[in-house]
C-alpha cells in the first residue's frame, strides 16, 4: 500500500512540473487545445493560471467561445486565490490580462474590472518596475484604452519597447512574451500606418521565437494583401 501511495505521489509530482511555461508556449504556438487542456489539468498555481490563459487565447480564435470564457474564469480564479496568500508582480500581470480579455468578451465588465486592472498593474509595477511582462500587459492595456483615459498607441509603443529592454534581462523561471512584446509593439506601429515598422517588429518577434505563430500568421496575412 506504502508503494502504491508513493508511486501516485511520484506521478502527481511528475505531471504538475511537466507543464511548464516553454511546453504551454509551445502548444499555444500551434493552437493546440488538447495539450493546453491537459497542462491546466497537470499545472498547479501560476503555470496553471497561464494555461487557462493560453487556451482561452487559443478557443477564441478557433471560435469555441464557451471554452475561452470558462478558461478565463479558471484563470481568475487560480490567480485571485494565488494573490490572497502572496501578492506579488507576476501573478499581478497575468490576473490583469485576464481581466483585460473578459472585458473584451463583455464590456458591461468594463467598469468594475477596468478599475482592478489598473490597479493590479499600478502594484505590479510599484513590486518589479524592471519586470518585463508587468510593461508587456501595460502595453497591450494602452493599446486598448484611449488617451484621454490614460492608454493610447503612442504609450503603448513606449511600454512595448520598454518590456523589450527589459526582456534583455536573464530569466530563469517566468519567461513568457518575449515575441509578443516585439508582436505588440508591431500593432501599435501598424495602427499608426508605420507598416515597415510593423513588419519589421514582426520579423524580429520570429526571430526571437521561431515557433511564435502570431506574428508568422500577420507577416503571411500582409504578404497575401500584397
Not at 510599484?126 to 504609450?155: C, M
Not at 502570431?214 to 494583401?225: C, D, F, G, S
Request: glycine content about 6%.
Amino acid at each position: 500500500m506504502k508503494t502504491l501511495l508513493l508511486i501516485t505521489s511520484l506521478t502527481l509530482v511528475s505531471q504538475a512540473s511537466f507543464a511548464n511555461i516553454s511546453d504551454i508556449d509551445a502548444a499555444a504556438n500551434t493552437m493546440n487545445i488538447n495539450e493546453l487542456n491537459q497542462y491546466s489539468e497537470q499545472a498547479i498555481d501560476y503555470e496553471k493560471a497561464y494555461a487557462d490563459y493560453r487556451l482561452a487565447i487559443t478557443a477564441n480564435i478557433m471560435g469555441q467561445r464557451q471554452l475561452a470564457t470558462d478558461s478565463l474564469n479558471d484563470a481568475q480564479q487560480t490567480l485571485e486565490s494565488l494573490l490572497d496568500q502572496d501578492p506579488s508582480a507576476d501573478p499581478q500581470a497575468l490576473l490583469a490580462a485576464v481581466y483585460g480579455m473578459q472585458i473584451s468578451f463583455d464590456n458591461s465588465k468594463g467598469a468594475v474590472l477596468g478599475m482592478k486592472t489598473a490597479q493590479l498593474l499600478q502594484q505590479a509595477n510599484d513590486l518589479e518596475p524592471n519586470n518585463p511582462r508587468v510593461s508587456l500587459v501595460r502595453a497591450i492595456n494602452a493599446f486598448y484604452t484611449p488617451s484621454v483615459f490614460g492608454g493610447g498607441l503612442d504609450k503603448s509603443q513606449t511600454l512595448a519597447t520598454q518590456a523589450i529592454s527589459q526582456f534583455e534581462q536573464p530569466c530563469n523561471e517566468i519567461c513568457w512574451g518575449h515575441a509578443e512584446a516585439y508582436t505588440w509593439r508591431g500593432l501599435a506601429k501598424q495602427e499608426q500606418g508605420d507598416l515597415n515598422g510593423a513588419l519589421q517588429d514582426w520579423q524580429t518577434a520570429i526571430e526571437v521565437d521561431p515557433q511564435y505563430g502570431w506574428a508568422r500568421y500577420l507577416l503571411n496575412q500582409q504578404t497575401v494583401k500584397q
